[in-house]
C-alpha cells in the first residue's frame, strides 16, 4: 500500500513558465512534508518543506502548498529554468511514524525546455 | 571532503560475493540512513541508525548487514545477494532524530549495484 503517491511520472513545461508537481497521500498521521530534486548520477537534494500547521512555505521560486483536508501537496515552481530539469520526489513523515521515517513517492520526472 | 560521500560508486558483484558499502558524512550529523531505490519504485528505507544505535529494521534480508562504527560512518555488508538486489544504495544523515518527526535528510550520490 503505497501512502504517498505521486500520479505523474513526468510533465514538461517551456522556460518561464510554471511547473506544478503533485503529490497525494493516505496517511493522516502525517504531518510534515518534504520536496527532494534529483539529478542524474546525483543523491536526492532536499529542496523545501512544509509543517501541517501551516498551508503554504515558500523560498525564492519554489513553493510548496498543502491542502490537509484533500491530503494533497503541490510544489510551484516559478519561473521555470532549464536548470530545474530534474526528478522531484515528494515525501511524508509525522508523529507515531518511527525515528526519523520518511515516506517516498515514486518521483516525476520534469524537463524544462529552453 | 563535504556532504555525504559513497564509495565505491558503481559495483558488480556475483551472487556468491561480499562487498561492502562505505558512507561517510561530514555534517556533523549523528543520525544516518541506508535506502534502496529498485527502478520506477519510491525510495526504500532499509536502516536507521541514531547515535550509532540501530533504531530501525525495515525488514530487511540478513544478507545486507550494517554497521554504524561512528556517528561520521555508515557501512551495508553484503553477502549472498540475489539478482533483484540489484538497485542504487543511497545513505543519507540527518540532526538527531526525535519522535516528534523527521528532519531534512542529506544523501550521497548513491551506490549503483549491479548482482549477476
Known amino acids: 500500500d503505497q501512502q504517498v503517491k505521486q500520479n505523474s511520472p513526468s510533465l514538461s513545461v517551456q522556460e518561464g513558465r510554471i511547473s506544478i508537481l503533485n503529490c497525494d497521500y493516505t496517511n493522516s498521521m502525517f504531518d510534515y512534508f518534504l520536496w527532494y530534486k534529483k539529478y542524474p548520477a546525483e543523491g536526492p537534494t532536499f529542496l523545501i518543506s512544509?509543517?501541517?500547521?501551516?498551508d503554504k512555505n515558500e523560498d525564492g521560486r519554489f513553493t510548496v502548498f498543502l491542502n490537509k483536508s484533500a491530503k494533497h501537496l503541490s510544489l510551484h515552481i516559478v519561473p521555470s529554468q532549464p536548470g530545474d530539469s530534474a526528478v522531484y520526489f515528494c515525501a511524508a513523515s509525522g508523529v507515531g511514524t518511527s525515528y526519523g521515517k520518511l515516506t517516498f513517492g515514486q518521483g516525476t520526472i520534469l524537463t524544462v525546455h529552453p | 571532503e563535504t556532504g555525504v560521500t559513497q564509495t565505491p560508486r558503481h559495483l558488480v558483484m556475483g551472487m556468491t560475493n561480499k562487498k561492502s558499502l562505505k558512507c561517510e558524512q561530514h555534517l556533523g550529523h549523528n543520525a544516518m540512513y541506508w535506502y534502496k531505490q529498485s527502478a520506477k519504485k519510491p525510495l526504500e528505507l532499509m536502516f536507521v541508525?541514531?547515535?550509532?544505535?540501530?533504531?530501525e529494521n525495515n525488514s530487511v534480508p540478513s544478507r545486507f548487514s550494517p554497521e554504524c562504527p561512528n556517528s561520521s560512518h555508515l557501512f551495508l555488508h553484503l553477502h549472498t545477494l540475489q539478482p533483484e538486489d540489484s538497485a542504487l544504495y543511497l545513505c543519507a544523515s540527518s540532526q538527531p532524530l526525535s519522535l516528534a518527526g523527521a528532519n531534512e535528510q542529506f544523501f550521497g550520490p548513491g551506490t549503483r549495484l549491479t548482482v549477476l
Open positions: 512544509i509543517s501541517s500547521i501551516k
Open positions: 541508525y541514531s547515535l550509532e544505535e540501530r533504531v
